[in-house]
Structures are given as C-alpha cells and as structure tokens.
C-alpha cells in the first residue's frame, strides 16, 4: 500500500482507501470504482476523534488527542490493507490546519505508519464536499452545505457546478462546546447560539434561496437528524441519501434533543452514538441556516467529503443528472447475471409504447416509472424467476440509485410489486406515494405484466415492432413478431384497470 495525494491519476477497479480527519471523528473507507464510474463500498469504519476540543481550548491538539489519532490512524491502516488497497489517500480539516501542533502529529503518522496526511484548506475542503454531496442527487441549482465537527462549508451552485464557496467556523462540535454548557442546554445558550450563526451566515453573505432553489445537506449531524426522523415516522427507505428534511421537523427534533440530558440523547432512535455531545449544537446550526436561507426543507446527501475525494480521482466534476442515473443503473444491472439486455431494452420499448397509448398525458413520472421497471425487471430474475417482480421491487429500494428522488424510487417499487401481484399494498410507500395514485400504479402494472407477456412469446434479438389501436371498449395490439397469444388472467385484469377489453393479435 502506498500514500497518494488527491489528484494523482487512478485506475478504476483498483481498491482505494480514503482517510479522513475530521473534527468531530476520523472515518477510513475503501471503494472500488467499477466500470459505470459508481463508488463500491468494500470496506469502512469510524472513531470518535474530539480533535476541536484540544484545539479550541488551547489551540494544539495536545498529547492525548494525538495519541486517539494514532490509535484510530493505525486501525484504518489495518482495514485499508484489509480491503485490498494499494493506495491510500489521507486528508485533515479543520481541527489539524488550525492546531499550532498539526505539523508535529503529520510528521509522526508519516513515521510510524506511512501516512502522508494531506491537511486540506476550507476552499478544498467545499469543493471535495460538494462533488461528493451532489454526484448522486438530481438538481441543478441550489445551495449546499457540508457541516463537519469543527467547520461549515457553503457552497452556491448553478447547473450542478459551484459559483462561490465559503467555509465558517460553526461545526456542529465546535457550536456546542462554545455555547451550551449546561445540560440540558438552557433557552438561552440555544439563543445566543443561533445570533452568532445568523451573523456568521449574513455576514458571509448567505441569504434567502432564489426560486427554483434547492438546499442539500451532508455531514454527520445532517444524516442523523434525517435517520432520527425517519425512524419517527416507519419510512420506507432505509438510506439517508435523498432524504427530504421539513424545517419544521428540524425545529421539532432540536427541541427534542435539547431537552435531554447527554447520557439519554444517545437513546433516541436513530442517533448514532458518540453523537451526544454535538448533536444539538449541529442542529440549532442547521435549523437557523433553514430559517437564514427561507427553506422549507433540505435534501440530505449521504455522501461528502470523503466520496467527493474518490470521485476527484476519477473525472474531477459533478455530471449531468443523466449521466448519474444511466450509470446507477449500468451499475446494478452489472451485479446480476440474470439480467438480460436485448429482453431489457425491447421490454422497455414495449413499455414506453403501450403507456403512450394508455397513460394520460400528465402521467410522464408514472411512464418513466414503467419504462425503468421493465428495464429491471430481469434483475430479480436472478434471484427467482416466479417472484422477480417482488424481488426487483426490493432490490430497488434496498440498493442506490443515485440520480432519482426518493418518490421516483417508491413509485418505481409500486409499479414492479403491483405488476407482479394485483394484491400488493402500496400503503407501505404511503410516505412517498398519494392514496389517490393507486389505480394509476395499477395501470402502469399491467402494463409492464403486459410488455413481459409480448417480449417473452417473440423470438430473442431484435426489436419488436408493435401497433396499438384504442376504441371506446377495447385495446387491440398488433405485434407481427409474436408467436402466439391466448386469454388468461391478464387480459380480464386489463379490463379492470382500464375498462376495456384486451385483444392481442399474433402473428399470422
């Protein structure tokens, strides 16, 4: 295993190790890049560090802290050897480029194992955060911020590149060891901490969203909160990552927090632990920047600094939500030797001809939904062949595809569950989906069972040619490659969905 900087150039499928010193705590994971471009996470683990809190008191790290940095730098050495990684790349933030000792704690990893800590500035440090945070999310304009233990970056951007960055010294850690010192922390210390983050952020210029706007988040104390909030409320999605945060249950979760002691803070589902004693500082910050920018919600990245560092050695740039979604989904079909591509394009085409035909027009994130569905489909065929739809349908939700929404994802499970069982609840997906939507996901259901039945009765390879023709009480289909087509239960499950019969001519 070798150190490597930041941007020395990386062969994909080549294990890599990323170290990060934070703050707050130090994490260490190995990816793999695979052939797509996607991270693939082999390997990862964190330690509580506390760096900000030597640095902050007496501006060095001290003994003890550098020998909890030691000691965690040693068994991230141990897991990036573990992983395969021939390469490693490790980086600091705040708390180290603002300790009058930092030199002295590089100096000695570099000695005793190797290391080459690169201590990053706040203007890398955004940078790294926001081509991390934003690769796997679909928006285009928007503010971003990253809050780590010691610091904040703000990041601006328009058509997914950054226009101007700014680094604060309001990290979750640091907010609540300057201001809340009691425990609980009284009303006023949560004030006196939210005058200072109001006039950090004004002063620095951050104002009120522009409309069209968005606001993400990363960072420990943002994926808490979202994982607090989730478990609240039984949502469907397990990650964090695309995550919709109200302000309102931002407010309502701090409050929460703030009126426990530290030792029960841990407790409350959700919430890491070690994340007690910085958690309600973090949150009063992300809070008042809520309230600064005008926002009335905030899309959490489960991704940052350390993601956007791997991403950097590859391409070095945020690419178009296009390009994120078609190499999500090359990535996970690649997994499962099942899926099919000449079955998966034909059944999508199929799809996308009979929705034209079928779906209302205001249906396009329906019809998008049934299109990738039958592009799927055959993912879950690896597993079983009978219950590929149900098999799919949690393979989606349980896997990354970044590039989509949370809802594009629920409706996309809707659609595969439903296609394969007309008995299927979609009240699971409630939290993302609308009760008045299920006789649509019905519609678009049969028609993915439907584009199923036509691709697999025509001979493989090749398109399939298809002329749909819609009466007041039938649907007729004419697919001249089809080889044979008989009654069964789809046909009077059309006719449900859609109140009409389903004729379906073969070829002659």
């Known amino acids: 295993m070798t150190a490597g900087s930041c941007a020395e150039p990386f062969e994909r499928d080549e294990p890599v ?14 990816y793999r890049i695979d052939a797509a471009g996607q991270l693939r996470l082999l ?3 964190r330690a509580a560090l506390r760096l900000v809190r030597e640095v902050d008191s ?12 030691l000691a965690a730098l040693r068994d991230f050495r141990a897991i990036a050897l573990g992983a395969g990684a021939r390469r490693v790349v490790t980086v600091a933030t705040a708390a180290v480029r603002d300790a009058r000792d ?18 990053i ?67 006023a210390q949560r004030r006196r901490l939210r005058r200072h983050v109001r006039a950090l952020l004004e002063g620095a210029g951050i104002g009120p969203l522009r409309a069209g706007d968005v606001l993400v988040g990363t960072g420990g104390t943002v994926r808490n909160l979202a994982k ?34 530290q030792r029960k803070r841990d407790s409350l589902p959700g919430l890491s632990d070690e994340r007690g004693d910085s958690i309600v500082g973090g949150a009063e910050g992300i809070a008042t920047l809520m309230q600064v920018c005008g926002a009335r919600e905030l899309h959490v990245s489960g991704q940052g600094v350390r993601e956007g560092l791997a991403f950097n050695l590859v391409d070095g740039y945020v690419p178009s939500v296009e390009r994120v979604r078609a190499a999500s989904i090359a990535s996970l079909v690649a997994r499962f030797d099942g899926w099919r591509a000449d079955s998966a394009e034909r059944r999508a085409a199929l799809g996308h001809r009979l929705g034209r035909v079928l779906l209302p027009r205001r249906a396009g994130e329906l019809l998008a939904a049934l299109v990738l569905a039958a ?4 993912v879950g065929r690896s597993l079983d062949f009978f219950d590929r739809h149900e098999h799919t349908a949690d393979i989606v939700l349980a896997t990354e595809l970044n590039g989509y929404t949370h809802r594009e994802i629920a409706l996309l499970s809707a659609v595969l569950r439903r296609a394969g069982d007309d008995k299927a609840d979609e009240h699971l997906l409630s939290p993302l989906l609308r009760d008045d939507e299920h006789a649509d996901i019905e519609r678009a259901a049969v028609i993915l069972a439907l584009a199923d039945d036509v691709e697999e009765r025509c001979p493989p390879h090749g398109p399939i040619e298809i002329h749909c023709r819609l009466s007041e ?17 789809l046909d009077r499950r059309f006719e449900r969905a859609f109140g009409r019969r389903l004729r379906v001519q073969p070829a002659a």
Request: net charge positive; charged share 25%.
């Open 102 to 119: 930092g030199a002295e704690l590089i100096a000695r990893v570099r000695r005793e194992l190797g290391l080459e800590i690169h201590v």
């Open 473 to 489: 009480d039938a649907l007729r289909v004419q697919v001249p490659r089809l080889l044979a087509w008989r009654e069964r239960g």
């Open 17 to 30: 190790a990323i170290i990060d010193i934070g703050s707050n705590s130090g994490r260490v994971v190995v």
């Open 228 to 261: 607090v909030d989730r478990r609240a409320h039984g949502y469907p999605i397990t990650r964090v990552h695309g995550y919709a945060l109200a302000r309102r249950r931002v407010r309502d979760i701090t409050d929460l927090l703030a009126a426990r002691r």
């Open 43 to 45: 390997a990862s683990t």
């Open 58 to 69: 007496g501006h060095t790290l001290g003994p003890q802290a550098v020998a909890r940095a």
């Open 375 to 378: 592009r799927l489909l055959d």
């Open 121 to 187: 500035d706040g203007e890398e440090e955004a940078h790294y955060g926001f081509l991390g945070a934003l690769h796997g999310l679909p928006f285009e304009d928007g503010l971003l911020f990253d809050m780590g233990g010691g610091s904040l970056q703000v990041t601006r951007f328009r058509r997914r590149r950054p226009l101007s960055a700014v680094s604060l010294p309001l990290g979750a850690l640091r907010l609540s060891q300057a201001f809340l010192r009691s425990d609980p922390p009284d009303d």
